[in-house]
């Protein structure tokens, strides 16, 4: 991101999160089609509705992905600690701090698992 950034400008890049265009559909297309220079040209708020709240359909996805299969700790602590710097540097190089990984938000807590030195996961894995 940093380098798309760097080739086309902060005013050539536009991050919009699923959350703000599910949750706040007619000012996240606004943003979108100001961004586009298509402002004018249509009506955000005519657009069709998203079928619900982000936080709903997300949950939605997640009983449905749980019902098949619920996550393994271990994986969830691996996709916790390859996102986590991901996003902090994301929400950094953009000046957001609503796109940093939450605090708390998977059962693992990475940090502590890194501060092991992975050796938990190791042993999460092997068993």
């Known amino acids: 991101m940093g380098r798309c950034r760097a080739a086309l400008g902060g005013a050539g890049l536009l991050v919009l999160r699923v959350e703000d265009l599910i949750d706040r559909p007619a000012e996240a297309r606004g943003k979108l089609?100001?961004?586009?220079g298509l402002a004018g040209a249509v009506d955000a708020a005519a657009l069709?509705?998203?079928?619900g709240p982000y936080a709903r359909?997300?949950?939605g996805s997640l009983r449905a992905a749980k019902a098949a299969e619920p996550m393994r700790p271990a994986t969830r602590a691996l996709a916790e600690a390859f996102y986590k710097p991901h996003n902090d540097a994301l929400a950094a190089l953009l000046g957001d701090p609503s796109l940093t990984w939450p605090q708390g938000s998977t059962v693992v807590d990475a940090?502590?698992?890194a501060a092991t030195g992975l050796a938990a996961l190791d042993s999460?894995?092997?068993g």
Do not use: K, N, V
């Open 124 to 126: 999460a894995l092997a």
């Open 33 to 36: 089609l100001a961004f586009l």
């Open 111 to 113: 940090a502590a698992l």
């Open 57 to 59: 359909l997300h949950a």
């Open 48 to 51: 069709p509705p998203p079928d």
